[in-house]
């Protein structure tokens, strides 16, 4: 007989998400799927470089500003993109839903939480090129002395020879 390990306590997330969801539907939308659904939301390749932390209501205005957490390299980036993420957001709920988008590069609670680790996409997988584009990129990249740039143009012609033999 297996015995439970929580001792009669429950997760934090099983007490809360009622309250969450109620609170959300008042204000016109469910804010948690904004959360739990941001990559389906704003695609997978911004997703990588952001994510949602808070979404917070004006006393009086329509409307909610939704706070985005990314990294300090990416925040120009993504103040470009401001409009094109509202309006992803507001598409999911059919209206108005995100009148404003603030980014920041800490959270919106503090700084101890604003430690931003998003995960490094891996680039798409390549095929190990045909053995006569490597011998054809060996021979162009032969008169490099130095073997790291011998490498280095080795790899370049490679790409450009793969490259042409596709188009």
Request: with cysteine; charged share 25%; proline share 4%.
């Amino acid at each position: 007989m297996r015995r439970s390990t929580t001792k009669g306590f429950a997760r934090t997330s099983s007490l809360l998400r009622e309250n969450i969801r109620k609170t959300g539907e008042a204000r016109g939308f469910a804010v948690s799927r904004v959360l739990t659904h941001w990559a389906e939301i704003v695609g997978a390749e911004v997703a990588a470089i952001c994510r949602p932390v808070d979404v917070s209501y004006g006393r009086k205005g329509f409307g909610a500003t939704l706070t985005v957490l990314t990294t300090g390299a990416q925040a120009p980036m993504l103040e470009m993109q401001k409009d094109m993420l509202r309006s992803k957001v507001n598409a999911v709920y059919g209206y108005n839903a995100i009148a404003r988008l603030r980014i920041t590069q800490t959270a919106a609670s503090g700084f101890a939480e604003g430690r931003a680790a998003f995960e490094h996409r891996p680039g798409p997988a390549r095929a190990e090129p045909a053995p006569e584009i490597r011998a054809e990129a060996s021979r162009v990249a032969a008169e490099a002395h130095d073997p790291d740039l011998r490498q280095a143009l080795e790899r370049l012609a490679a790409n450009v020879l793969t490259k042409q033999r596709t188009e």
